[in-house]
């Protein structure tokens, strides 16, 4: 029994790595289709203020977010859809490692063909210099040092909130809902400057088929060095947070409480800490809205 143990959980991660092309297929479509919709001059919905279509976008953008992570795939998931966030979660110590490259390359592929969709769904107005796949570019007047900064800060922001939400149980189930909040804030306040992508796979698959690639590297590394950098600095706030009383300073990464499959792992004073699986339950890589419970690789 124990024997099979591994094998169950190397399956049932690969499944929730199709839960995260599903997701990114999904949310990339949405985004393309409001981009199409809200930028195509043709359409009845166009919104010819640049500025005031960022914000209607960002606010889009974000409640999309939300819904998808509460969706059962989400649940399963952790509705990351961003390989910086799986990359973060990993460093801060909430997510497997062994999952790692399977989510990148779930999400990356999910980019492609919900961009691709898109086009099949739309037709030519998605190919418009106003749409362009809804590719993602920083303003004329922006160096590409500075794009770069932007993304690394915008990422690392996100990245602290989620640590901050992880460290505090009570405010576990908040997590979807300030994943979208801040996604969808950052989309506004640079949406018109550096592009406001923080996603890798968020600007991938529009950039490819859009041929827009000489800026793509950036919003590739970026965030994923935002990523690492938001992680290092929610490592750091954690040693103060240890003065506290001991107790679970890390979310346990199932739907609830008691962990979806029987299972619920903590991080005590930094430290995975895993409970013994029911008698129906085997332990598997669940995720509770953002996170895998599984820590130990």
Same mark, same amino acid.
């Given at each position: 029994?124990?024997?099979?143990?591994?094998?169950?959980?190397?399956r049932?991660?690969?499944?929730?790595?199709?839960?995260?092309?599903?997701?990114?297929?999904?949310?990339?479509f949405?985004?393309?289709?409001?981009?199409?919709?809200?930028?195509?001059?043709?359409s009845?919905?166009?919104?010819? /203020?640049? /500025?005031?279509?960022?914000?209607?976008?960002?606010?889009?953008?974000?409640?999309?977010?939300?819904?998808?992570?509460?969706?059962?795939?989400?649940?399963?998931?952790?509705?990351?859809?961003?390989?910086?966030?799986?990359?973060?979660?990993?460093?801060?110590?909430?997510?497997?490692?062994?999952?790692?490259?399977?989510?990148?390359?779930?999400?990356?592929?999910?980019?492609?063909?919900?961009?691709?969709?898109?086009?099949?769904?739309?037709?030519r107005?998605?190919?418009?210099?106003?749409?362009?796949?809804?590719?993602?570019?920083?303003?004329?007047?922006?160096?590409?040092?500075?794009?770069?900064l932007?993304?690394?800060?915008?990422?690392?922001?996100?990245?602290?909130?989620?640590?901050?939400?992880?460290?505090?149980?009570?405010?576990?189930?908040?997590?979807?809902?300030?994943?979208?909040?801040?996604?969808?804030?950052?989309?506004?306040?640079?949406?018109?400057r550096?592009?406001?992508?923080?996603?890798?796979?968020?600007?991938?698959?529009?950039?490819?088929?859009?041929?827009?690639?000489?800026?793509?590297?950036?919003?590739?590394?970026?965030?994923?060095?935002?990523?690492?950098?938001?992680?290092?600095? /929610?490592?750091?706030?954690?040693?103060?947070?240890?003065?506290?009383?001991?107790g679970?300073?890390?979310?346990?990464?199932?739907?609830?409480?008691?962990?979806? /499959?029987?299972?619920?792992?903590?991080?005590?004073?930094?430290?995975?800490?895993?409970?013994?699986?029911?008698?129906?339950?085997?332990?598997t890589?669940?995720?509770?809205?953002?996170?895998?419970?599984?820590?130990k690789?």
């Amino acid at each position: 029994m124990v024997s099979t143990v591994p094998a169950l959980a190397h399956r049932l991660s690969r499944a929730r790595a199709v839960d995260e092309f599903v997701l990114a297929t999904v949310l990339l479509f949405l985004a393309v289709t409001a981009v199409r919709w809200l930028r195509d001059p043709g359409s009845v919905l166009c919104v010819a /203020d640049l /500025d005031v279509a960022i914000t209607v976008i960002g606010a889009f953008s974000g409640t999309v977010l939300i819904v998808l992570i509460l969706t059962p795939q989400g649940r399963r998931s952790g509705g990351h859809m961003n390989p910086a966030v799986t990359v973060s979660l990993w460093l801060m110590g909430a997510f497997p490692g062994r999952s790692v490259l399977p989510y990148v390359l779930a999400q990356l592929a999910g980019s492609a063909a919900g961009t691709g969709l898109a086009r099949l769904v739309w037709g030519r107005p998605v190919t418009l210099p106003s749409v362009d796949y809804a590719a993602i570019g920083p303003a004329p007047t922006w160096q590409p040092a500075s794009v770069f900064l932007a993304e690394v800060g915008g990422m690392a922001a996100i990245v602290l909130v989620v640590g901050f939400l992880l460290a505090h149980t009570r405010f576990s189930r908040l997590l979807p809902y300030a994943i979208g909040l801040s996604v969808a804030l950052v989309i506004m306040l640079l949406g018109t400057r550096s592009g406001g992508s923080v996603n890798p796979a968020r600007q991938l698959g529009p950039a490819v088929l859009a041929g827009r690639t000489e800026d793509l590297w950036i919003y590739l590394v970026a965030p994923v060095l935002g990523a690492a950098l938001g992680a290092w600095l /929610d490592r750091l706030l954690g040693r103060l947070r240890r003065r506290l009383p001991s107790g679970a300073t890390r979310v346990a990464a199932s739907t609830d409480s008691s962990g979806e /499959d029987g299972v619920a792992t903590l991080a005590v004073q930094g430290r995975a800490a895993l409970r013994v699986p029911t008698p129906r339950a085997v332990p598997t890589p669940s995720v509770q809205d953002v996170s895998v419970s599984d820590r130990k690789d």
